[in-house]
């Protein structure tokens, strides 16, 4: 089944640092969301690119899909503090059909 | 316009008895999903529904399960009996169409405590 895997598990960066994210996925796609979760809270939607995009910006945020490799990736820039959180990938042809990765634990460090 | 209302945010059940979630989407949003997450895992998509129609049950389990989402009111995720297991956060999402390149929006969950 389609699933999102999220390399590494878990990063530890200083504040000022950029942070990356990688995502695997098994098939095929229509797009790949990247959601935020702050501890004990609901998911946020940070990003969504679809199939025949490359590149995604939204702010310090900056999302690569290669659909060759069946890989994504999420930079965030200049990280803050605020930036802790696990974020989580998620593939589907449909909302319905989505699947998610266990996510990487952010920790930035003030 | 309000988000994703879930509630309650916090449930506790004991062994056996039964728990019902809640899930108000967002306006103008007829498309809910479900979602369960255990402790320390990715988000597990349960049940897919649209105004009084179950389309992808898939990932919710056969037996003491049920998802409803009525005409009118919030969408239900009941558990029946429920046992320590079934203690995790469950999620529930809105989407204004099937979700074709679309996102979802997701409330802030339900913890579920079985003791």
């Known amino acids: 089944s389609q699933q999102g895997e999220e390399d590494p598990q878990a990063l530890s960066i200083q504040e000022g640092e950029n942070a990356t994210m990688n995502c695997s996925y098994k098939?095929?796609?229509?797009?790949l969301q990247w959601y935020r979760q702050n501890s004990g809270r609901g998911l946020v939607h940070l990003i969504l690119?679809?199939?025949?995009?490359r590149e995604k910006h939204s702010g310090r945020l900056r999302v690569t899909l290669d659909t060759s490799k069946k890989s994504s990736s999420l930079l965030i820039t200049a990280s803050r503090a605020a930036d802790t959180a696990s974020y989580f990938c998620?593939?589907?042809?449909?909302?319905?059909?989505?699947?998610f990765g266990a996510g990487t634990r952010l920790t930035v460090k003030p | 316009n309000a988000g994703v209302m879930q509630n309650p945010r916090h449930l506790v059940r004991r062994r056996g008895q039964e728990a019902r979630l809640r899930c108000s989407p967002m306006?103008?949003?007829?498309?809910v999903y479900w979602y369960r997450q255990l402790p320390e895992e990715g988000l597990k998509f349960m049940v897919y529904?649209?105004?009084?129609?179950?389309?992808?049950e898939s990932g919710m389990p056969k037996e003491r399960f049920s998802a409803e989402f009525p005409k009118e009111g919030p969408s239900i995720l009941r558990i029946q009996q429920v046992v320590r297991g079934d203690s995790a956060a469950y999620f529930c999402?809105?989407?204004?169409?099937?979700?074709?390149?679309?996102?979802?929006?997701f409330g802030q969950g339900t913890r579920l405590t079985v003791v």
């Open positions: 999402a809105s989407s204004p169409s099937d979700g074709t390149n679309t996102e979802a929006f």
């Open positions: 098939t095929s796609i229509n797009n």
């Open positions: 690119i679809r199939s025949n995009e």
């Open positions: 998620a593939t589907g042809l449909h909302n319905n059909d989505m699947r």
């Open positions: 306006k103008g949003h007829s498309h």
């Open positions: 529904l649209q105004k009084e129609n179950i389309i992808d």
